[in-house]
């Protein structure tokens, strides 16, 4: 038996409500703008990892987004997985990356944020497939009530707007307020002391949300937290200014452009004649006279001394190219923008040695705040 329907007709979120009430088992499908399988067990929400989909594991991207792993580790666990038919979560306890403990809140704080994603999207189909022989083979440690989800979820994306308006760019610079700091450390606990931990040195928004082994809402409220306490402050990253070029340089500059123009025109003068003889002379001439030639007209084009391209920018090129690609194919398989370019990488759409590259001729991505755009620098 299966329960299925638009969630314009029947919000997800009742959806959520009449399977806890009933204590139903099985898997909830949705399907939106990040597409996602949600496994009940007794009414209780125990994964949202799907088996099915090998190539896309949301505790996988959670691991990698925010700082729990880095990509060389990363890369070790997925040829260990190759190996062998263990899991993930069974890789990360032998390896002793995590206890058992600090697997179980990172496994539930992962349910948290891929809910709120797909709570957040208005548009969306569901299907819900009841049976505990969908459970089998799926690995999970936790057991969350619908209720607390849900009104987590509700609050996050309540709160999220004001987050976004407080926080408008990752390229902002947090440090902490040399004005409020003393002797004696300040009294935080829990996720805001993690994040005024991180501030040792100045750190970009991008850095800490990288780092800070939370979900983003979670490293957004805690920064809100410390701004408002005072013990913290930001400012917007300089944008840097261009390049002053010498006079001499400018000059020369400009004597190149100078012998260019002639050259230039030369090159057009060859390709017009080209064209001429190729193509309008033999279709002014009679009939039957191709057949009556020993050969077709032709020109040759003599080299030329053309326009000097400078190879760093070709190459900056070819990667925007190569990374605009896999940035369409995964929209075009998810249905909006991952969140980094190591998520791009993790599945497949670029290589590793691309991203590499990337990093290291500084190009920056970013995903707008719906994940239907991007933008590269």
């Known amino acids: 038996m299966a329960l299925e329907g638009n969630a314009k007709d029947f919000g997800l979120s009742e959806i959520f409500q009449l399977i806890s009430i009933q204590k139903k088992s099985g898997m909830l499908s949705i399907v939106a703008e990040e597409n996602i399988a949600i496994f009940f067990q007794d009414g209780m929400i125990m994964s949202t990892r799907d088996r099915r989909n090998k190539s896309k594991d949301p505790l996988k991207d959670y691991l990698l987004r925010y700082g729990f792993i880095d990509r060389d580790e990363m890369n070790n666990l997925q040829q260990i997985q190759s190996g062998s038919n263990m899991d993930l979560t069974e890789i990360l306890l032998s390896e002793k990356y995590f206890s058992e403990d600090e697997l179980t809140a990172i496994f539930a704080e992962q349910i948290y944020e891929s809910i709120h ?15 505990k022989n969908v459970l089998s083979g799926i690995k999970s440690y936790a057991s969350l009530k619908v209720e ?6 509700m609050r996050r994306i309540d709160e999220f707007p004001e987050m ?13 307020n040399p004005s ?54 930001f400012r917007e990253a300089e944008k840097a200014e261009p390049e002053k070029i010498p006079e001499k340089t400018v000059k020369t500059r400009k004597d190149k452009r100078k012998r260019f123009v002639p050259t230039f ?30 050969g ?20 900056i ?57 991007y933008s590269l620098q």
């Open 317 to 373: 090129r070819s990667l925007k190219a190569t990374i605009s690609q896999g940035l369409d194919e995964y929209y075009g398989s998810m249905g909006s923008y991952p969140f980094t370019l190591e998520v791009l990488a993790i599945r497949n759409f670029i290589s590793g040695p691309t991203l590499e590259l990337v990093q290291q001729a500084g190009i920056r991505y970013r995903m707008n705040d719906n994940g239907g755009a």
């Open 265 to 294: 025109a030369i090159m057009i003068i060859l390709v017009a004649s080209f064209a001429v003889g190729e193509y309008l002379v033999p279709w002014l001439m009679p009939p039957g006279w191709k057949a009556r030639t020993s």
């Open 117 to 131: 994603e797909v709570l957040s999207c208005p548009k969306s189909q569901y299907k819900f497939v009841i049976g």
């Open 296 to 315: 077709t007209l032709t020109a040759s084009v003599p080299e030329t001394a053309g326009l000097t391209v400078n190879p760093d920018e070709l190459r």
């Open 148 to 153: 607390g989800v849900l009104m987590e979820s």
């Open 180 to 233: 409020s700091s003393t002797d004696k450390e300040p009294d935080l606990s829990g996720n805001e002391e993690v994040i005024y931990d991180l501030l040792q040195h100045e750190r970009t928004l991008e850095y800490l949300v990288s780092h800070s082994r939370m979900a983003r809402f979670c490293t957004y409220e805690s920064l809100k937290r410390l701004l408002e306490t005072g013990l913290l402050e």
């Open 164 to 176: 976004r308006r407080i926080f408008p760019s990752e390229d902002m610079i947090f440090q902490k």
